[in-house]
């Protein structure tokens, strides 16, 4: 995902205007970026895959095996797992990328660019739709009910479908480029249209992957979190820990998702204004893209726990699917001894015939 020189002007991660290096005086190395990524990403990436696959493989298996989906965020909810699952798969070619740059190829190279790209949009809008979906829930009338029920497959589909469109600039525009010590796999545009193109692209990610999201979420959480409110100082109990949710939910979006699109946003302004002009800043506003992407995969980590496991009846499910794991891992475990014994005891009696006829 790295280059091996950058120029001052034109000189991010990820990004390549094919021009000549005859056409800037100033060339700014990166060894620096480099190292580090070969050391922070493989650590943060191995330990978002393992947290990440052991959460969503969790909920798949529940949804699949235990747990009818009897709501249009149940729905939701197992489309977000699966789009996690689908990003965090990714994540160990580009930990092997940081250390050893692109050995896979062009065909991998674009998969897995566009698969990153993707599922990393369809979990943010998959949230987007949970949060719409509560505050039809809230409003428990007979439009919101048919809405829910009729419209969600095609929701469902839609958002597959924005985040396959947006996921095919890298199947089109990504390769792999030589580098002077190593190949780096990272998308390559025409000069002619290489400003305009890269910067729509980021904004139009900040905008679909992270701004419209986060409005959709702040909008529905607010109307919720109003309607609590209103609920009789009875249930005060469960008004203030449904509130203390909502604002774990929010939260967590918020601070994992804001800095990476701040970062985002700050690289499209300078393809578009050519801000940064300084190796110095142009090196700490790559570590800064480093460490903030890590940062919003981290929530690929957090969903289960988010949006399925804090759920009673979801809970549930979890130990019975672990009680049911352990029922039938006894169950083996004495199938294995019975099979054992049976053996020995054959044993035994084909030496004491043998010794018998002798």
Same mark, same amino acid.
């Given at each position: 995902?790295?280059?091996?020189?950058?120029f001052y002007y034109m000189d991010h991660e990820n990004d390549s205007f094919n021009f000549s290096y005859d056409d800037y005086h100033t060339v700014c190395d990166k060894e620096e970026v480099r190292s580090f990524a070969r050391v922070f990403l493989p650590a943060i990436y191995t330990l978002a895959l393992v947290?990440?696959?052991?959460?969503?493989?969790?909920?798949?298996?529940?949804?699949?095996?235990?747990?009818?989906?009897? =709501?249009?965020?149940?729905?939701? *909810? !197992?489309?977000?797992?699966?789009?996690? +699952? %689908?990003?965090? #798969?990714?994540?160990? @070619?580009?930990?092997?990328?940081?250390?050893?740059?692109?050995?896979?190829?062009?065909?991998?190279?674009?998969?897995?660019?566009?698969?990153?790209?993707?599922?990393?949009?369809?979990?943010?809008?998959?949230?987007?739709?949970?949060?719409?979906?509560?505050?039809?829930?809230?409003?428990?009338?007979?439009m919101g009910?048919?809405?829910?029920?009729?419209?969600?497959l095609l929701v469902c589909l839609s958002v597959w479908a924005v985040a396959f469109v947006l996921g095919i600039p890298d199947m089109v525009f990504t390769t792999v480029r030589p580098g002077t010590t190593r190949k780096a796999c990272m998308p390559i545009y025409p000069s002619s249209?290489?400003?305009? =193109?890269?910067?729509?692209?980021? *904004? !139009?990610?900040?905008?679909?992957?992270? +701004? %419209?999201?986060? #409005?959709?979420?702040? @909008?529905?959480?607010?109307?919720?979190?109003?309607?609590?409110?209103?609920?009789?100082?009875?249930?005060?109990?469960?008004?203030?820990?449904?509130?203390?949710?909502?604002?774990?939910?929010?939260?967590?979006?918020?601070?994992?998702?804001?800095?990476?699109?701040?970062?985002?946003?700050?690289?499209?302004?300078?393809?578009?204004?050519?801000?940064?002009?300084?190796?110095?800043?142009?090196?700490?506003?790559?570590?800064?893209?480093?460490?903030?992407?890590?940062?919003a995969l981290t929530h690929s980590c957090l969903n289960p726990i988010l949006y399925a496991f804090i759920g009673a009846s979801f809970r549930q499910n979890i130990l019975k699917a672990m009680k049911s794991f352990g029922q039938r891992r006894r169950r083996l475990r004495h199938r294995n001894e019975q099979a054992v014994e049976i053996s020995l005891n054959s044993h035994t009696a084909s030496e004491d015939t043998s010794t018998f006829t002798i």
């Open positions: 995902m790295e280059d091996d020189e950058y947290v990440g696959l052991a959460g969503n493989s969790m909920v798949v298996a529940v949804y699949i095996y235990y747990k009818r989906l009897k =709501t249009m965020t149940d729905v939701y *909810i !197992l489309n977000l797992a699966v789009a996690d +699952l %689908l990003l965090l #798969l990714t994540l160990p @070619f580009w930990a092997a990328d940081a250390v050893r740059g692109w050995e896979l190829g062009v065909a991998m190279c674009k998969v897995t660019s566009a698969l990153y790209c993707m599922n990393f949009s369809c979990g943010m809008l998959f949230l987007a739709c949970i949060s719409v979906d509560r505050y039809l829930a809230l409003s428990n009338n007979a009910r048919a809405i829910r029920r009729n419209h969600c249209m290489a400003v305009p =193109t890269k910067a729509s692209l980021e *904004i !139009l990610e900040v905008t679909l992957g992270f +701004l %419209l999201p986060f #409005l959709v979420m702040l @909008f529905c959480y607010s109307r919720v979190a109003c309607a609590l409110y209103r609920v009789p100082e009875v249930t005060q109990g469960k008004k203030w820990r449904a509130f203390k949710v909502l604002m774990v939910v929010v939260g967590v979006f918020i601070v994992t998702q804001l800095p990476y699109n701040i970062v985002k946003f700050c690289r499209a302004m300078d393809v578009i204004y050519a801000l940064v002009t300084h190796c110095e800043i142009s090196k700490n506003l790559d570590m800064a893209m480093q460490i903030t992407e890590s940062l």
